[in-house]
Nanobody
Framework: QVQLVESGGGLVQTGGSLRLSCVGS????????MGWFRQAPGKEREFVAT????????????YYADPVRGRFSASRDNAKNTVYLQMNRLKPEDTAVYYC??????????????WGQGTQVTVSS
């Protein structure tokens, strides 16, 4: 059974930082895209960042949504089946439930096959 488990969410003030982690189990994720999405109350789930396999064992491409580019950084440690999202200079509009996902896609939720349960990030003003 494939599982993704996020951690690291919490309450932080504007301008602060958080680091989210997502640990996968049940299969190898090294050849999959590992994405981060978020969903704020009353809004649809939206793409945040992803690392996609380029076909090379050591090279992954990383993509970011415009609102987070330059503030967030996505990375992965395949040996640990873990991906990370370092979030800096957080803003109140970053408040959402953050989800980790694995699959063959890039920015669309429908392209991902596996999802975590989500972790809440709240940024106070």
């Amino acid at each position: 059974q494939v599982q993704l488990v996020e951690s690291g969410g919490g309450l932080v003030q504007t301008g602060g930082s958080l680091r989210l982690s997502c640990v996968g189990s049940g299969r190898t994720f090294s050849s999959l895209s590992m994405g981060w999405f978020r969903q704020a109350p009353g809004k649809e789930r939206e793409f945040v960042a992803t690392t996609t396999w380029s076909g090379s064992a050591t090279y992954y491409r990383t993509y970011y949504a415009d609102p987070v580019r330059g503030r967030f950084s996505a990375s992965r440690d395949n040996a640990k089946n873990t991906v990370y999202l370092q979030m800096n200079r957080l803003k109140p509009e970053d408040t959402a439930v953050y989800y980790c996902a694995a699959g063959g896609g890039r920015t669309e939720t429908r392209e991902y096959d596996y999802w975590g349960q989500g972790t809440q990030v709240t940024v106070s003003s």
